[in-house]
C-alpha cells in the first residue's frame, strides 16, 4: 500500500462534505480508515529543545507504559479498523522493549502499513532489521539539522555520529529490503532553516523516499522559545523551494508548508471547527498516561466499534455535514491553520 498516494488524494479533495461523506461510507462500511497513533511508553533518551521533553517538569509529568496486557486489548479491539499503525508520536518508542512484537502483532492482525518515528540514536542494524522482519514498512527520523554542531545543539544528548551511523545501517537494510520506505522529519525553525540545502549531500547514496518539513510549533513549555516564523518566509524561495524541486528530480516525495500555510500559522485567525473535526475523525492518538482507559477507549471492556456507538460517531458526522456546508455558504471559505502540507 502507497499510504501517501492515499494522502495525496485526500489532499486534492478540497470540500470538507466530500471528506466527511467519504469517512462516513468507510466506517458504515466497517473497512479500514482509521490512523492509530500509538506511544507504547512515554520517555524519550533525548531532550530535543523544541520538545516538551526539554522541560524538567514536563519531563516529570509525562510517565507511563503499556504492559503486554494493554497492547492485547488493543490489538483486539482497534487493529482490524486500522489502516495505518504509527508507533512514536510524542515519545521514543525504540525505548520501549517490545517494540518488535507490537510491530508484529501489528502485521499479523492485518495493517497495510506500519510505521516508527524515532530519533534513531538506540538503532543500529541489527535492531533495524529484526523490526523489518517482523513487518515495519516505514521508518520515520527526526532529525533537527543538518550539522553536527546544530543536530547537537538543538537535540540535547543526542550524538550527530550516531546519526551518520543510522543512515550506515539503513543503506545496509535497503540494499536488502528495497521495499522499506524511509522518511525524514525536519523541525524547520530560524536556527536550521539555511541548513535544509545540506540535504542532498548528507544523503548521497541513500536517498530517502519522504521528507517532511515541519515549521516549527509551540508545544508549551520547551527550552527553544522563538517560535517566528519570519526568517522560514524569508527564505522559503532559496531554502525550501530548490529542495523540493531537488527531490522531485529524485523521486522523493516531498510534504511541505505553502507560503499561505506559514501565514495562516503566524495569523491571530481561529480554526474552521469543521476542519479541525475532518482533521480528528481519522486519527485515534493512544498512550499510556494515568487514566488512559478513561479518557478514550477502553479495549478491556469495548471494541472501536462499541466505542463509536458510545460517542454517536455517525450521528456527529452526519451533524457536521450540514454544519460545514452552512459555514461554507456564510463563509464562503474553510479556514484552516492545521498543517495542510503540500505533497510532491
Not at 515549521?215 to 519570519?230: C, R, W
Request: with cysteine; glycine share 4%.
Amino acid at each position: 500500500m502507497n499510504i501517501y498516494h492515499l494522502l495525496k488524494i485526500y489532499q486534492r479533495i478540497k470540500s470538507p462534505r466530500i471528506k466527511l461523506l467519504g469517512i462516513l461510507l468507510l466506517h458504515v462500511t466497517k473497512r479500514r480508515y482509521v490512523s492509530l497513533y500509538i506511544d507504547p511508553v512515554m520517555a524519550c533518551n533525548l531532550q530535543c529543545q523544541m520538545c516538551y521533553f526539554s522541560n524538567e517538569d514536563e519531563r516529570k509529568r509525562l510517565y507511563g507504559k503499556f504492559s503486554d496486557e494493554d497492547i492485547d486489548a488493543i490489538a483486539r479491539a482497534i487493529f482490524h479498523r486500522v489502516i495505518r499503525l504509527q508507533i512514536g508520536c510524542g515519545a521514543e518508542p525504540t525505548i520501549y522493549n517490545h517494540l518488535e512484537e507490537l510491530v508484529r502483532k501489528g502485521k499479523l492482525a492485518g495493517i497495510p502499513y506500519i510505521s516508527i518515528t524515532t530519533n534513531g540514536n538506540l538503532l543500529n542494524e541489527e535492531k533495524l532489521q529484526r523490526l523489518v522482519e517482523a513487518g515495519l514498512n516505514e521508518i520515520t527520523v527526526s532529525a533537527h539539522g543538518f550539522t553536527k554542531y546544530t543536530y547537537e545543539s538543538l537535540m540535547k544528548h543526542g550524538s550527530f555520529e550516531k546519526f551518520l551511523q543510522l543512515i550506515e545501517a539503513l543503506k545496509a537494510i535497503r540494499r536488502q529490503t528495497p521495499d522499506l520506505k524511509f522518511r525524514v522529519n525536519y523541525t524547520v525553525n530560524e536556527d536550521n532553516i539555511e541548513e535544509l540545502p545540506i540535504f542532498s549531500k548528507l544523503f548521497k547514496g541513500i536517498m530517502p523516499n519522504i521528507l517532511q518539513i515541519r515549521p516549527i510549533q509551540d508545544l508549551g513549555e520547551t527550552a527553544y522559545s522563538n517560535f517566528s516564523l519570519k526568517k522560514i518566509r524569508e527564505k522559503y524561495d532559496q531554502c525550501i523551494i530548490p529542495l523540493v524541486r531537488y527531490c522531485e528530480q529524485n523521486n522523493v516525495t516531498c510534504i511541505y508548508p505553502t507560503q499561505e500555510n506559514l501565514q495562516e500559522l503566524a495569523s491571530e485567525k481561529g480554526e474552521s471547527p469543521h476542519n479541525d473535526i475532518i482533521n480528528y475523525l481519522p486519527y485515534f492518538n493512544l498512550s499510556p498516561f494515568e487514566g488512559w482507559r478513561n479518557d478514550k477507549i477502553d479495549p478491556y471492556t469495548e471494541t472501536f466499534e462499541a466505542y463509536c456507538k458510545r460517542t454517536h460517531r455517525v450521528r456527529f458526522i452526519i451533524k457536521n455535514l450540514f454544519a460545514c456546508q452552512r459555514n461554507k455558504e456564510q463563509t464562503g471559505e474553510d479556514r484552516t491553520k492545521a498543517l495542510n502540507y503540500n505533497i510532491r
